[in-house]
C-alpha cells in the first residue's frame, strides 16, 4: 500500500483522520457494491506535509501516477487523451466536514483537442464544449485565484446576447465563443494560457485543494466549529460522471430524512441537466425528490433504494449526494447529515423506537448546546427582522418591549403591565429590580460574565451586553446606534440573547414547546417528548449531580421544577438591597461596636425571612448559601454622587451630618481594584458580626423550619478564601454561632461548612484548607479571572473577540473552563483537598457549571455536583448523562 494515495477500495469510513469524510465514506460506499465513479484519495499527511514546506512531498507525484495508470486502464481511457478522454474531479475533503469551505475543481483533462474527442465520443457537442468552460471558469477561480465574477459576468452577458435566461439554453456556439473569452480572461489575469496538458491540470488542482484548507473562510470556520487548525484536507480523485449531458441527466442532493424538522421520509432537491454546484448555487429552480420519480422512475426508485441502504449502514440521517448520467445513478459522496436541534433530537428518539440505536446512543449524539437551543423562547424564524446593533449574546431568548433607560422606569412601566426592555451602559446590583422587571436587557457596555450577563442568565432572563455602538443619553432619554437610528425611551425593540442582535420594533416571539412540556402542559409535539425521554435517561445514568445558582424563592420552585438536586449557590448580597441598603449605610458608618450591632439586629429578622423561604423552597434538599461576597461600598451611594449632593448642601449652609459622615465612610471605602479589595472572607475578618449575623440568620431559619415540620438543609460557604487561617478564623464565629442557636433552640442542627475555592492560593494550598471545610465548590467565574489576570466584567468586550480571531483562545475562559490553566488547579484542589479529607463534598458554582464542555471536565477530575442557573439545569442533567456514557469503562 502505498504512502499518500489510496485507491477508494483500500479505504473504509474508519479513515476518517487520513482520508477526509469525504474520501472514507467514498471507500466504504464502494465496498457496500454501491455505484461510485472509481477513483482514489490523496491522504491528509500529504496535505500537512504540503502545508508545512509548500511544496509536494516527495514520491506524491510518482505514486499519483501510479493510481492515474490503474485508473485508467480500469476505465479503458486515458486522461485528457484527445480522441476519447478520461475526466477527473478534484475535491476537498477534511476529517470533519466544512461544507463548501475549500475547494472543488471538476472535469480536469479537458483541453482544446480533448474536448472535441468528447463531443465525438458523447456524441454531444454542446454537452462537450459545456464542460470545457466549466472546466476553465473553476480552474480560473479555484487554481489560478481570479476573481470568480469575472467569469459570471461574462457568462452573464453571453445569455443577454443570445436573450435567454438560464445557461441551459446556451447551444454549442454560444459556449464555445464563452470558451474563448475565458481563455482570454485567463490570459489577460495571470499573464499565461490555460495549461493544455492534463497532468499539469491536476496536479495544480491538487495542490489547489492543498492550499484551500487555509483560505480565511476555511479557518474562520475551523474556529466557530472547535475544528484543530492542524488537520489539513483529504483530495479526493474520481473519475467525472456528467449531470449536464441533457435530459436524461442532473445532479441533487437528498437527506435520509428531514434536517429541519427530524420527521421521516426521504427529502432532496433535483436538477436536471446540471453538474456539482449547480444544486445548490440557486442559479435555477429545483425540483423536490418527487419531480425526480415523474421525469426518470428508475433512478428515482434506484435512489431510494440506496437512501435506506445508506441510512441502515450508517444507522443516521445521511446526507447524499448524487448525478445521474443519461439515466445511470452514481453516488458522489454521502455523510451523516448536519441538522437542526428539533431534528436531532427528534431523530436520535425515532431511530431506538426503529431498534437502530440504544438510548445511551442516542443521548451521546446530541450534544447539550442542542438541547439548550431547545429551551429558550424564540422568535418565529420567518419574521421579518432587520438588526440595527449586535453585543455579546450573554443570555439567551428572545425578548420585545420598550425601552426603559433606568429601572424605576423599567419597575414602573413592568407594574402597569408593559414588556420592558431595560438598556444600561452597563447594570449594578442597583439595577436588579429592573432587571427582574424587564422582559430582557441590553447593555453596552461589558462582557459575558459581567453582572449584567451572569444575573441575566441566573433569572434565565434574556440579555445582551457590550453592544458597542449603542450610545445611551439620559439627558435627552433615548439611545443612539452608532451610524443608525436614534430610539427613544418608550419605543419598542427585539432582543436575540442567542445572536446578539438588537432589531427596531416587535419581532413574534414564543415560549419553546419544551419548555412548555417540562412545565407540565400537555403539548403534542413529539420534539418534546423525544427530550422529555432522552432527559430521563440521562438522569439514569449520569455520576454527577445538578445543583442551581438560586437567590431568591422563585428561582429555587424554578429550579427544582427543571430538575435540580439542591442549591449550590444562594448569592446573599441582592438581600442587602433595596429598603435595606439604609442598614447598610448603618453598619457602616457606626462609630463602634454598639451601633454595628444595633445594624446588624436589624438586618437579622430580615435575612432569616430570606431564608425560610428559600428553605421552604428546596425542602430536603442541600442549599448552600454564601455569605456576602461583594465590597461593601456598592451598597453606598456613588462617590462623585455624594459629594456633589455634600458640596451642594454646604454651600447652602445645609447641614446634613448623616451625609458628611457617609462620605467621609465611602471615601474610607473607595478602592481603585474593588474586585481585588475588601471583599468575600475579607469582609467577615474586618467587620466584626457581619458574617455571624447572617450564620445567626440562617441557622434560626432552619430551627423555624423544622418547628414547622420541615426538613431544611443548609450549608454555610464562605467566599473568596485565600489561607487556612481566615478560614478557620471564620468557622470558629460560624461554629459558635450555630451552637448557641442550636442550645437556645433546644435542637441539633447538620450546618456543614465549607468554602469556595476561587483563588489560586486557595486551591494550591487546598490540602491545609480542607482540614477547616466540609466542602468546596470551586468558582471558577473568580477562578479564571484571577489566573488569568482578566477582568471578568471588562475584558470580554474589549479584547477576547481578538484573541478568538488570532487562536490565543478557542473560546472565551469565560464561557468553557480553560483546561489547562483554570483546569488545571481545579484538579490540583481536588487532588489536594481530597488527600487531607477523603470524604470532601466537591462542586463548581461558576458559570461554568452549567457549560456542556465544562461538565465534562468536573465528572472526569471526579467533583460530586455542577451547579448552575436555573434555566440551564436540564443542559446540565443531559451533559452529565453523556460524559457519564463517554467515561464508562469499554
Ligand atoms: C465564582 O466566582 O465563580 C462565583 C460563583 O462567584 P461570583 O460569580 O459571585 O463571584
Ligand atoms: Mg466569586
Avoid at 79 to 106: C, H, I, N, Q, Y
Avoid at 469 to 490: C, K, M, N, Q
Wanted: proline share 5%; charged share 25%; with cysteine.
Amino acid at each position: 500500500m502505498s504512502a499518500y494515495v489510496r485507491e477508494f477500495s483500500e479505504g473504509n469510513r474508519d479513515l476518517k483522520d487520513l482520508l477526509g469524510g469525504k474520501g472514507a465514506n467514498l471507500a466504504e460506499m464502494t465496498n457496500l457494491g454501491l455505484p461510485v465513479p472509481p477513483g482514489f484519495t490523496i491522504t491528509t499527511e500529504a496535505c500537512r506535509a504540503f502545508l508545512a514546506t509548500e511544496r509536494e512531498p516527495d514520491g506524491l507525484d510518482a505514486e499519483v501516477d501510479e493510481h492515474l495508470r490503474v485508473l485508467e486502464q480500469g476505465r479503458g481511457r486515458r486522461l485528457g487523451d484527445p480522441d476519447d478522454p478520461l475526466l477527473v474531479s478534484v475535491r476537498s475533503g477534511a476529517k470533519f466536514s466544512m461544507p463548501g469551505m475549500m475547494e472543488t475543481v471538476l472535469d480536469v483533462g479537458l483541453n482544446d483537442a480533448s474536448v472535441t474527442g468528447l463531443a465525438r465520443v458523447s456524441g454531444d457537442d454542446r454537452f462537450a464544449v459545456d464542460s470545457y468552460r466549466r472546466l476553465l471558469q473553476m480552474f480560473g477561480t479555484t487554481v489560478l485565484g481570479i476573481d470568480a465574477d469575472l467569469f459570471s459576468v461574462a457568462l452573464e452577458r453571453g445569455m443577454q446576447r443570445r436573450g435567454v435566461r438560464a445557461d441551459t439554453q446556451l447551444d454549442a456556439d454560444d459556449l464555445r465563443a464563452l470558451v474563448q473569452e475565458f481563455q482570454g480572461i485567463i490570459r489577460e489575469q495571470t499573464g499565461a494560457d490555460f495549461p493544455q496538458d492534463p497532468r499539469e491540470q491536476l496536479r495544480l488542482a491538487i495542490r489547489a485543494v492543498f492550499t484551500s484548507w487555509n483560505t480565511p473562510r476555511a479557518a474562520l470556520y475551523r474556529r466557530q466549529e472547535h475544528i484543530p487548525d492542524d488537520l489539513g484536507t483529504a483530495v479526493t480523485v474520481q473519475t467525472m460522471v456528467f449531470g449536464n449531458r441533457g435530459e436524461r441527466s442532473g445532479s441533487g442532493v437528498c437527506f435520509t430524512r428531514d434536517p429541519a424538522t427530524g420527521s421521516p421520509g426521504g427529502y432532496g432537491d433535483y436538477l436536471p441537466n446540471a453538474q456539482g454546484e449547480d444544486v445548490v448555487a440557486g442559479i435555477r429552480n429545483t425540483l423536490a425528490l418527487d419531480g425526480l420519480a415523474e421525469l426518470d422512475r428508475p433512478s428515482y426508485d434506484q435512489l431510494m433504494e440506496v437512501m435506506s441502504t445508506l441510512e441502515g449502514h450508517f444507522r443516521d440521517l445521511c446526507d447524499i449526494e448524487f448525478t445521474i448520467e443519461d439515466g445511470s445513478l452514481w453516488l458522489l459522496q454521502v455523510r451523516v447529515g448536519k441538522r437542526t436541534a428539533e431534528a436531532a433530537v427528534r431523530i436520535a428518539a425515532d431511530l431506538v423506537d426503529e431498534g437502530v440505536i440504544d438510548l445511551d446512543e442516542a443521548l451521546a449524539r446530541v450534544p447539550g448546546q442542542q438541547l439548550a437551543t431547545l429551551l429558550f423562547p424564540r422568535f418565529a424564524p420567518d419574521a421579518e427582522r432587520t438588526a440595527v446593533a449586535r453585543g455579546l449574546s450573554a443570555s439567551p431568548g428572545a425578548a420585545v418591549g420598550r425601552v426603559a433607560l433606568d429601572s424605576e422606569t423599567a419597575v414602573a412601566w413592568a407594574a402597569r403591565g408593559d414588556d420592558v426592555i431595560l438598556v444600561r451602559k452597563e447594570t449594578t446590583p442597583d439595577d436588579l429590580p429592573g432587571m427582574v422587571a424587564a422582559r430582557g436587557i441590553l447593555t453596552s457596555r461589558g462582557g459575558k460574565t459581567s453582572h449584567a450577563a451572569v444575573v441575566a442568565r441566573g433569572m434565565g432572563r434574556t440579555c445582551v451586553c457590550g453592544a458597542e455602538a449603542i450610545e445611551i443619553d439620559l439627558d435627552s432619554r433615548a439611545f443612539r446606534v452608532r451610524g443608525g437610528p436614534v430610539v427613544a425611551e418608550g419605543e419598542t425593540v427585539s432582543v436575540d440573547g442567542s445572536t446578539g442582535e438588537v432589531f427596531l420594533g416587535a419581532v413574534p416571539v414564543g415560549d419553546s414547546s419544551v419548555v412548555r412540556q417540562m412545565a407540565g402542559e400537555d403539548v403534542d409535539d413529539p420534539v418534546g417528548a423525544a427530550a422529555a425521554r432522552l432527559l430521563a435517561h440521562a438522569d439514569s445514568v449520569r455520576r454527577l449531580a445538578v445543583r442551581a445558582n438560586a437567590d431568591t424563592p422563585d428561582d429555587a420552585r424554578r429550579a427544582r421544577q427543571l430538575g435540580a438536586a439542591g442549591i449550590g449557590l444562594c448569592r446573599t448580597e441582592h438581600m442587602f438591597l433595596g429598603e435595606r441598603r439604609e442598614l447598610v449605610e448603618e453598619l457602616i458608618v457606626a462609630a463602634d461596636q454598639a451601633g454595628r450591632t444595633a445594624a446588624l439586629d436589624r438586618l437579622l429578622p430580615l435575612q432569616r425571612a430570606d431564608f425560610v423561604e428559600v428553605l421552604a423552597a428546596m425542602d430536603g434538599l442541600p442549599v448552600t448559601i454564601r455569605l456576602i461576597d461583594p465590597p461593601l461600598h456598592e451598597f453606598l451611594p456613588d462617590l462623585t454622587d455624594l459629594a456633589v449632593r455634600v458640596a451642594l448642601e454646604d454651600e447652602r449652609h445645609v447641614e446634613d451630618e448623616h451625609d458628611h459622615t457617609l462620605l467621609t465612610a465611602v471615601r474610607r471605602l473607595h478602592e481603585q481594584n474593588p474586585m481585588l479589595g475588601l471583599r468575600g472572607v475579607r469582609l467577615g475578618i474586618v467587620i466584626p458580626g457581619l458574617f455571624a449575623m447572617q450564620a445567626r440568620a440562617v441557622a434560626e431559619a432552619a430551627a423555624d423550619r423544622v418547628a414547622a415540620g420541615g426538613d431544611p438543609r443548609p450549608e454555610l460557604m464562605v467566599p473568596l478564601v485565600a489561607s487556612d487561617r481566615e478560614l478557620r478564623l471564620v468557622r470558629d464565629q460560624l461554629e459558635q454561632v450555630v451552637a448557641d442557636v442550636e442550645r437556645s433552640r433546644g435542637l441539633r442542627l447538620e450546618i456543614p461548612i465549607g468554602t469556595m475555592i476561587e483563588l489560586p492560593r486557595a486551591a494550591v494550598t487546598a490540602d491545609r484548607i480542607a482540614r477547616s471545610a466540609d466542602f468546596f465548590s470551586f468558582g471558577t467565574n473568580d477562578l479564571t479571572q484571577m489566573t488569568w489576570g482578566f477582568s471578568r466584567d471588562d475584558v470580554e468586550s474589549e479584547f477576547v473577540q481578538d484573541y478568538l480571531d488570532q487562536g490565543i483562545f478557542a473560546t472565551s475562559p469565560f464561557e468553557s473552563i480553560d483546561v489547562e490553566g483554570v483546569g488545571e488547579l481545579v484538579r490540583t484542589g481536588v487532588r489536594l483537598g481530597r488527600g487531607t479529607r477523603p470524604d470532601l463534598h466537591l462542586g463548581v458554582c461558576g458559570e461554568h457549571g452549567g457549560d456542556p464542555r465544562s461538565i465534562h471536565f468536573f465528572d472526569e477530575v471526579g467533583l460530586d455536583y455542577v451547579s448552575c442557573s436555573p434555566y440551564r439545569v436540564p443542559v446540565a442533567r443531559w451533559e452529565a448523562g453523556r460524559s457519564a456514557i463517554e467515561l464508562r469503562p469499554c
